[in-house]
């Protein structure tokens, strides 16, 4: 089984630049989550999604970050414009149901931004 | 507020020296501890969930266990290759949020 594929693996960009990361989950899995990690902190949820639902997007940190996820398949991140404090890395990862069950993660999206 | 904190931040240990890592939590409601191992360059890999206070799970060298306020890892003979940052999340009720600690860093020096 493949596991969460997360790309691209580092970005390098200019703080007002434009970064779209991309995330395909565990075939079959409805249930898709982004969390992001700065550096010294923790790990911390940005959003889930429910196949293409939203289902909470509390953590998104403002609107220059878009995440969607169409037909329910991979998902794309686009932060826009990039600021310095963006830098961290991006996590994905999936569940078939929402509950108390295991999230399986991705590599992760290293983004820094300068 | 949901919190989880991790002791030690970084854990020395000599091959065959045994020991726990710590995490305490805070959570209006438990819906399920767990811990993750997670290697450089790589995303969190899962150990064990934990669901209700006195529960213990084991895996090879690893004993994770849950009392009300806090979750030990116990490490039991340790090698080398146990060496990793080992991180612990909570999931509240009617949450299907996880919230994380900033994790120990376990080295095993042969």
């Known amino acids: 089984e493949a596991g969460v594929t997360q790309f691209p693996s580092h970005s390098v960009i200019e703080k007002g630049q434009t970064v779209t990361l991309r995330c395909d989950p565990i075939s079959g899995h409805d249930n898709l989550y982004w969390y992001r990690r700065v550096m010294g902190k923790e790990i911390k949820f940005l959003l889930h999604f429910v196949k293409e639902s939203k289902q909470d997007e509390s953590g998104m940190p403002n609107n220059r970050f878009l995440a969607e996820r169409t037909g329910g398949t991979y998902s794309t991140l686009k932060v826009q414009p990039a600021e310095l404090e963006d830098s961290g890395v991006y996590f994905c990862a999936s569940s078939q149901w929402a509950g108390a069950n295991v999230l399986t993660f991705g590599a992760g999206s290293r983004l820094t931004v300068l | 507020e949901d919190q989880v904190t991790q002791s030690p931040e970084a854990l020395r240990l000599q091959e065959g020296e045994s020991s726990s890592l710590n995490c305490s939590y805070t959570v209006s409601g438990l819906r399920g501890l767990f811990w993750y191992r997670q290697d450089p360059g790589k995303g969190p890999e899962f150990l064990f969930t934990l669901y209700s206070a006195g529960e213990e799970k084991e895996k090879e060298r690893l004993k994770a266990t849950l009392t009300k306020k806090e979750s030990f890892l116990h490490i039991t003979a340790p090698k080398p290759e146990d060496s990793a940052t080992y991180l612990c999340?909570?999931?509240?009720?009617?949450?299907?949020?996880?919230?994380f600690g900033t994790g120990t860093s376990l080295t095993v020096i042969p």
């Open positions: 999340a909570v999931q509240a009720e009617f949450s299907n949020q996880f919230y």
